[in-house]
């Protein structure tokens, strides 16, 4: 009997799949973001009509920032941007950190919604395996304060600076995290505990360290002391919850570091081979590769629909039969080329 890709997903997390990927892509779907059902319905509309053979969720960005109080309109996003207009920021001065407290996330409206939503979008999605974002504390906390996630970012509009954030006052700061973690870790073991115990029955998380370590922002002393630890606490939820449970981190950006996180507790590893300073290959790495055309590609009107089949063809050469996860380097745009959308989804196998 056949397998289902929800099976073969978990084979290619051992190692040990006769198929050699399976495909996936994902995109922020502005106008059904907000709402558990239609956004489930939204989404795996998505999923079915590209086909994907494994999912991650990509709910809205600030869905986190939300939990703690930032406020945004819901109706009014960017041009440029798959991000709702900032009303107002939960933290707008040094003294505000502090304030950043432990949630019950069964309670808290934002992550009830969002975890609804992956709780229809996994009975909806029965033979595939879904997983669902959930940002690294530090990422969250930059976000609640409206701070760049990455160098430079242009869509921060922070009335205070990193450093007086959080540099200035690590004690505070690490307080924050540790609740912001807490909050995330309790969050995540609801997504990954089976749905006869309450859970959502989600077979993972895509647990993104956005931005944050990216182009030298928190150089390796900075990761370890702001990010590592609650990294931790997070990862290892996951895994105490439901063994089977999978944890895929994606580290954004330039100069990435990668290398940073093939680390216990993380099964499989995605990053933008595309920009300078990221590793172009991954056989080094102990964790499962995710792996695939540059994300740049599928803007709409691109016309790339050739250079993406000619780069699928080339990470399925990479790995030489070795199991991974074929998808774009990172989030595809909204709005996508529809050709390129299709030139990824036929590269199934099946």
């Known amino acids: 009997?056949?397998?289902?890709?929800?099976?073969?997903?978990?084979?290619?997390?051992?190692?040990?799949s006769q198929t050699p990927y399976l495909v996936g892509g994902w995109q922020h779907l502005v106008?059904?973001?907000?709402?558990?059902?239609?956004?489930?319905?939204?989404?795996?509309?998505?999923?079915?009509?590209?086909?994907?053979?494994?999912?991650?969720?990509?709910?809205?960005?600030?869905?986190?920032?939300e939990a703690w109080g930032s406020r945004y309109d819901s109706h009014d996003y960017a041009s440029d941007a798959p991000l709702p207009k900032k009303i107002s920021s939960a933290i707008v001065a040094p003294e505000d950190v502090a304030d950043i407290a432990e949630l019950d996330p069964a309670q808290n409206a934002s992550f009830a919604e969002a975890f609804d939503a992956a709780s229809l979008i996994r009975d909806g999605l029965e033979d595939r395996a879904v997983v669902q974002t959930v940002f690294s504390p530090l990422s969250v906390l930059l976000q609640i304060a409206d701070l760049p996630l990455y160098p430079g970012d242009a869509y921060a509009t922070p009335q205070i600076s990193v450093e007086d954030a959080v540099l200035n006052q690590p004690e505070v700061a690490k307080q924050a995290l540790g609740n912001i973690a807490r909050t995330l870790a309790g969050y995540a073991r609801r997504l990954v505990r089976p749905k006869a115990q309450g859970g959502a029955g989600l077979d993972g998380i895509f647990y993104a360290v956005t931005g944050t370590v990216s182009e030298g922002y928190f150089d390796a002393d900075r990761y370890r002391e702001f990010s590592e630890p609650y990294d931790r606490l997070v990862i290892d939820a996951v895994h105490d919850?439901?063994?089977?449970?999978?944890?895929?981190?994606?580290?954004?950006?330039?100069?990435?570091?990668?290398?940073w996180f093939d680390v216990d507790g993380v099964d499989l590893l995605?990053?933008?081979r595309y920009l300078p300073g990221n590793p172009k290959d991954d056989s080094a790495f102990n964790a499962v590769p995710v792996a695939g055309p540059n994300w740049e590609l599928f803007a709409n009107g691109s016309g790339e629909e050739e250079q993406v089949r000619k780069e699928i063809t080339q990470t399925v050469a990479q790995h030489q039969g070795r199991p991974f996860l074929l998808a774009p380097s990172c989030t595809v745009p909204t709005p996508a080329n529809d050709n390129a959308l299709r030139a990824l989804s036929d590269a199934r196998i099946a």
């Open 1 to 16: 009997m056949s397998k289902t890709r929800r099976e073969t997903f978990r084979d290619i997390v051992r190692g040990a």
């Open 31 to 65: 106008g059904h973001e907000y709402g558990a059902q239609e956004f489930a319905e939204a989404y795996i509309e998505f999923v079915h009509r590209w086909d994907w053979e494994w999912v991650k969720i990509n709910p809205r960005a600030v869905y986190y920032a």
């Open 241 to 259: 919850e439901n063994p089977d449970a999978v944890v895929l981190l994606h580290t954004c950006r330039a100069e990435s570091h990668p290398e």
């Open 270 to 272: 995605h990053w933008d």
